[in-house]
């Protein structure tokens, strides 16, 4: 595939994305039962946080996409792809637990799209050890924000609390997945700027 190729390629894919009609692994939905019966304040706050979780979904797409471009090696590639492709299942999740919370996608989400991509480009380019690095650092960090919101989201809202499981399991995995393909840990100066993006994206896909 040429150059020119590739790009229109990633172009289509990140108009998909931010359309979401990007499809998945078609895995079923986390959660076979309705969630009924929450307060106002109940469903305030989970759509406040399914809204965020969407936005940090459609920022996993463009990392993925920006460092699987860049890579040279075939089987870190398709491990990027595949990780990328199960990704998607969440974006497709988030989606519509939002729509069911009558929430409605950041209007950011195109600026995380585009700065993700540009930053897993840079992080790939930077030789598949750092790519991966850069892959299982993410995730971690992905884990505990879940985990965050696991505490924070009302227990009865179980049809939220099931997906965002689901999703900390898999990102558990991603993270495991990385490290046994060898990645080497980033710097701490790297954790810190990475963990002050997702701040600062998460904080104002909020609201905005």
């Known amino acids: 595939m040429s150059f020119i190729d590739g790009l229109i390629n990633e172009c289509d894919i990140a108009l998909k994305t931010l359309s979401f009609k990007k499809s998945g692994t078609d ?3 986390p ?15 989970s759509a406040k946080l399914m809204r965020v979780n969407l936005a940090g979904e459609v920022a996993a797409q463009a990392l993925y996409r920006g460092q699987a471009m ?3 090696d075939k089987d870190v590639k398709a491990h990027l792809i595949q990780a990328g492709d199960e990704e998607t299942d969440h974006l497709i999740w988030c989606k519509k637990r939002l729509e069911d919370l009558d929430g409605k996608p950041s209007i950011l989400n195109p600026i995380w799209y585009a700065g993700s991509f540009a930053i897993g480009a840079f992080f790939g380019s930077m030789g598949e050890k750092t790519s991966l690095g850069f892959v ?21 809202d179980y049809e939220t609390i099931n ?14 997945e990385a490290a046994e393909n060898g990645s080497e840990s980033l710097s701490d100066p790297t954790k810190k700027f990475m ?5 600062l994206m998460t904080s104002s896909s909020a609201y905005i």
Request: net charge positive.
């Open 27 to 29: 895995r079923p939905y």
């Open 31 to 45: 959660s076979d039962t309705k969630t009924l019966n929450l307060t106002k304040n109940e469903k305030s706050l």
């Open 70 to 72: 860049v890579c040279k």
């Open 136 to 156: 299982e650092e993410t995730e971690k960090q992905v884990v505990k924000h879940l985990e965050r919101h696991l505490e924070r989201i009302s227990p009865n």
């Open 163 to 176: 997906i965002l499981k689901t999703m900390r399991a898999d990102e558990d995995e991603h993270a495991q």
């Open 195 to 199: 963990s002050l993006t997702a701040k």
